[in-house]
Structure formats: C-alpha cells, structure tokens
C-alpha cells in the first residue's frame, strides 16, 4: 500500500502562484510515476502533470509553460504559475504502481478567483 498526502491548495488571485505538496509512504518502490491530476466541477479528471521514475515529464497543453513538476525524493511538487481562474479545480496527487493499480490523494482545492 502507499499513502499520499497533498497540501498547498488554497484561493488564489489570477496570475498568482501556488505550489502543491503530495507526499508518498509506504510501498513506495512499486510506483512508477508520480503526477498531478484536478477536476472541474461537471467535468473529468484530466491530467495535469506526470513525472515518470525515469525522469521523463508530460503536462497538459493547457498548463505547459506554466506549471512544472518536480519531485525530491518521496515527494512530488506542482509549481503553479500565472494561475488563470480556469486551473480552478481539486487537485489530486497519483502514483501508478507497477503491478496495474493507481494510488490517488484526497484532493486539495485550488481556486483562481479575484
């Protein structure tokens, strides 16, 4: 089992920048990504970010420029920049395992709002 812990969400004006937290314990070496999901009310989960254990990055269109991932050691990062009010969504913190099973967070609110 692995556990992931988010934190950092919060309310934001536009352009601003926020930066999330998501922590991994537990059978840590079965993942082989970690990554950044959200979803907007009446909409799907989409991908926002991923980071692969081989190092190899992948955002949404949507965000590149502006958001980048990165991760030391049992920890992922998101660094929101230039926040627009449609990044407002819950942010989830994913980590694929190695044996076929997604370990999700609880979700953190972000909302871009003045």
């Known amino acids: 089992q692995v556990q992931l812990v988010e934190s950092g969400g919060g309310l934001v004006q536009p352009g601003g920048s926020l930066r999330l937290s998501c922590a991994a314990s537990?059978?840590?070496?079965?993942?082989?990504?970690m990554g950044w999901y959200r979803q907007a009310p009446g909409k799907q989960r989409e991908l926002v970010a991923q980071?692969?254990?081989?190092?190899t990055t992948n955002y949404a269109d949507s965000v590149k420029g502006r958001f980048t991932i990165s991760r030391d050691k049992n920890t992922v990062y998101l660094q929101m920049n230039s926040l627009k009010p449609e990044d407002t969504a819950i942010y989830y913190c994913?980590?694929?395992?190695?044996?076929?099973?997604?370990?999700w967070g609880q979700g953190t609110q972000v909302t871009v709002s003045s």
């Open positions: 980071l692969t254990s081989g190092g």
């Open positions: 994913n980590a694929p395992s190695n044996v076929g099973f997604d370990y």
């Open positions: 537990g059978s840590i070496f079965s993942i082989v990504a």
